[in-house]
T-cell receptor, first 112, second 112 residues
Framework: SQQGEEDPQALSIQEGENATMNCSYK?????LQWYRQNSGRGLVHLIL?????REKHSGRLRVTLDTSKKSSSLLITASRAADTASYFC????????????FGEGTQLTVNP | DGGITQSPKYLFRKEGQNVTLSCEQN?????MYWYRQDPGQGLRLIYY???????QKGDIAEGYSVSREKKESFPLTVTSAQKNPTAFYLC???????????FGNGTRLTVT
């Protein structure tokens, strides 16, 4: 069963605005990963945050992790039309990290 | 360039026929995965393999089969026993422990 859940399911913003997506999970994790998927393509890894980290940055991306609330958020600052995509969080189901469980994703639309 | 190649991009089959989807990687990764994605939904794990000549069922393995005879290749067969095979199929690979997944660009299978 899917353990990660993204919120909102869909988000529509104007270019230049910030976009925030949230993810909740059910089990203990040693890391949480965010991926992006353009329509009809494979997923691309964006950022991995470990359980002992609270915040991580990569370019215009900022990810936070709150293990006490079992939640994570992805912030995209100064959004561009090219950021239009689906965004998924994923967490390993086991300590070995061999099985990764994905949420249902947030569909982000950035209007020019 | 290193990566994962899925072929073909589009595949059409008649109901009752088995069909095999190809997945090849040159990343020297030990682990490989097959996911299924239905419209507007997240990814569901079909099968995965952590090493050559070994594989495990995922969450929705019924009606599917795999083999892992070579490190580089992890073909997926969709059998006639799969009740609703029309979907987007994604192959992925992973290197070391708790590292992110690398995805191919998917095969869209339509069965009529």
């Amino acid at each position: 069963s899917q353990q990660g859940e993204e919120d909102p399911q869909a988000l529509s913003i104007q270019e230049g605005e910030n976009a925030t997506m949230n993810c909740s999970y059910k089990t203990s994790i040693n890391n949480l990963q965010w991926y992006r998927q353009n329509s009809g393509r494979g997923l691309v890894h964006l950022i991995l945050i470990r359980s002992n980290e609270r915040e991580k940055h990569s370019g215009r991306l900022r990810v936070t992790l709150d293990t006490s609330k079992k939640s994570s958020s992805l912030l995209i600052t100064a959004s561009r039309a090219a950021d239009t995509a689906s965004y998924f969080c994923a967490n390993p189901q086991e300590t070995s990290g061999s099985r990764l469980t994905f949420g249902e994703g947030t569909q982000l639309t950035v209007n020019p | 360039d290193g990566g994962i190649t899925q072929s073909p991009k589009y595949l059409f089959r008649k109901e009752g026929q088995n069909v095999t989807l190809s997945c090849e990687q040159n990343l020297n990764h030990d682990a490989m995965y097959w996911y299924r994605q239905d419209p507007g939904q997240g990814l569901r794990l079909i099968y995965y393999s952590q090493i050559v000549n070994d594989f495990q069922k995922g969450d929705i393995a019924e009606g599917y089969s795999v083999s892992r005879e070579k490190k580089e290749s992890f073909p997926l067969t969709v059998t006639s026993a799969q009740k609703n095979p029309t979907a987007f199929y994604l192959c992925a690979s992973k290197g070391q422990l708790n590292s992110p997944l690398h995805f191919g660009n998917g095969t869209r299978l339509t069965v009529t």
